[in-house]
């Protein structure tokens, strides 16, 4: 049987821990923290449902209670922007407004009932490898400082989120996006409103001329308020204050829309600054390993799509290894498959966050590029259809299987490249061409390979086609 050892206890971690224990795999998981421990990060995505159904520990995050979140409104320039995935998509596409410390912890002990071993406290601090592949991982405990060594896995999944284990402190070859150097700075109130046309349980997107804000509505009454701006600005802001404290309330004031929204609101007394720096590591996967979510890349927060990606990630980082030890398919091959459906999604998200950040563009021109972004075979009439797709991390969902639940069919690529040709054909006069950026072939597969991802009846990878002659 094969064994797997996963790097960190967040929604990645934990994800990849059960789907691979539920398919017959040993796994043990390291965390660096005791859960549950706080973390940012509330506003959670519709295709996060389907993947913790996969996992089994749907119902159990269902019963805790959370905000159910059906959308969002950006108020952005002058404009308003509603995406009500409900009127969209139905009533079943709907995510949370989650407390992540509860959340994640749910999560974690999900993986530990259904068969996983979790020890937490456990702080990583190095992986050794022998030639490109990982054969040991040296870590202490962060109680009683004890250092222990773990050699016994075939497989090594790195969910450690920012702190990179891989990537940013073995192979150190993490990007910066230039663009991207944000800084967060963020609250809690109790009380609030928002915005009148939010869908149900939506949050608010509120943008400024230095950066932009976030309203989430939490369980209780309490809202998450959080304010973005280049790290440049954050640092021209922070020198007028005395506080951290001080410089959110008045950001807050600042803001007529904010500040009319929790007119009704008290401040709950502290402020968390974390810096938001966007970031791709150069590989996503190699002999033996797989990054999963932050731990690879990390996208601007501004359409809450940091679950959606770790879970995504995690989805097909365990069907990878499912794959690789049933022999359905060879290593080389999981790593191909990895690399192209994870960094595909990651680029189209980026797309669209830098579509979103040049403020001069309005909502109709920019819903175009969203349509122009998800596979060509869905077509929506209404012309926000496409950016509510995904914004909900349905694209992502779709791109590697059809969305009835069965397997991507190959007549797929042939369908969309036609589709690919009709667009080009209609595309509005003047409209830029943005053929680099529609998906290819290899966001529904690995086009080398010819693979792509099922479900049902159970997680894994399969073949398309003969595999590529070199």
Not at 137 to 146: E, G, L, M, N
Request: hydrophobic share 40%.
């Amino acid at each position: 049987m094969s064994k797997v050892l996963v790097v960190g206890g967040g929604p990645g971690g934990s994800l990849a821990a059960t789907l691979l224990v539920r398919a017959g795999i040993s796994v043990t998981l390291l965390e660096r923290e005791t859960f549950p421990r706080y973390h940012v990060g509330e506003s959670l995505t519709s295709s996060c449902r389907v993947m913790m159904d996969m996992a089994g520990v749907l119902d159990k995050v269902d019963a805790m209670g959370f905000t159910s979140r059906r959308g969002a409104l950006l108020r952005w320039g002058n404009e308003d922007w509603t995406i009500d995935w409900h009127e969209l998509f139905g009533p079943d596409v709907r995510g949370w407004q989650v407390e992540r410390a509860d959340f994640d912890e749910v999560l974690l002990r999900n993986a530990r009932e259904q068969g996983a071993e979790v020890i937490e406290g456990a702080h990583v601090k190095k992986v050794v490898f022998e030639g490109d592949r990982p054969v040991a991982v040296d870590w202490v405990d962060a109680t009683t400082r004890t250092p222990h060594r773990v050699d016994d896995f075939d497989y090594l999944i790195d969910a450690s989120g920012r702190a990179g284990v891989l990537s940013a402190q073995h192979f150190r070859d993490r990007r910066a996006h230039e663009i991207f150097r944000n800084v967060a700075v963020w609250g809690y109130w109790d009380g609030g409103s928002l915005l009148p046309e939010t869908p149900s349980g939506g949050l608010n997107v509120v943008s400024a001329p230095d950066g932009w804000y976030w309203v989430i509505p939490l369980r209780d009454e309490q809202y998450s308020i959080g304010f973005v701006t280049h790290k440049t600005r954050f640092t021209e802001l922070r020198g007028q204050f005395s506080s951290d404290e001080e410089m959110l309330q008045h950001l807050v004031q600042k803001s007529d829309t904010v500040r009319d929204l929790l007119s009704k609101g008290t401040f709950l007394g502290r402020a968390r600054v974390e810096q938001d720096y966007s970031y791709v590591a150069d590989s996503f996967s190699g002999p033996g390993y797989f990054l999963v979510g932050d731990a690879a890349c990390f996208l601007d927060p501004l359409l809450s799509t940091g679950v959606h990606l770790a879970m995504y990630s995690a989805v097909l980082a365990a069907a990878s290894v499912i794959g690789t030890a049933s022999g359905d398919i060879s290593e080389a091959e999981a790593q191909g498959f990895y690399e192209s459906l994870f960094r595909n999604a990651y680029a189209r998200l980026i797309v669209l966050v830098s579509g979103v950040y040049e403020q001069y563009k309005g909502k109709d021109n920019y819903f175009w590029l969203a349509q122009r972004l998800v596979r060509e075979k869905e077509k929506y009439t209404r012309p926000n259809g496409a950016f509510a797709e995904i914004s909900a991390g349905l694209s992502d969902l779709r791109d590697a299987r059809d969305a009835r639940g069965t397997s991507v069919m190959p007549e797929l690529l042939q369908e969309a490249d036609q589709a690919r040709q009709r667009a080009d054909r209609e595309a509005p006069d003047g409209q830029p061409n943005f053929t680099a950026l529609r998906i290819e072939a290899s966001d529904l597969y690995d086009a080398a390979s010819g693979l792509y991802l099922v479900t049902t009846p159970s997680l894994g990878v399969r073949r398309a086609s003969a595999p590529a002659r070199s």
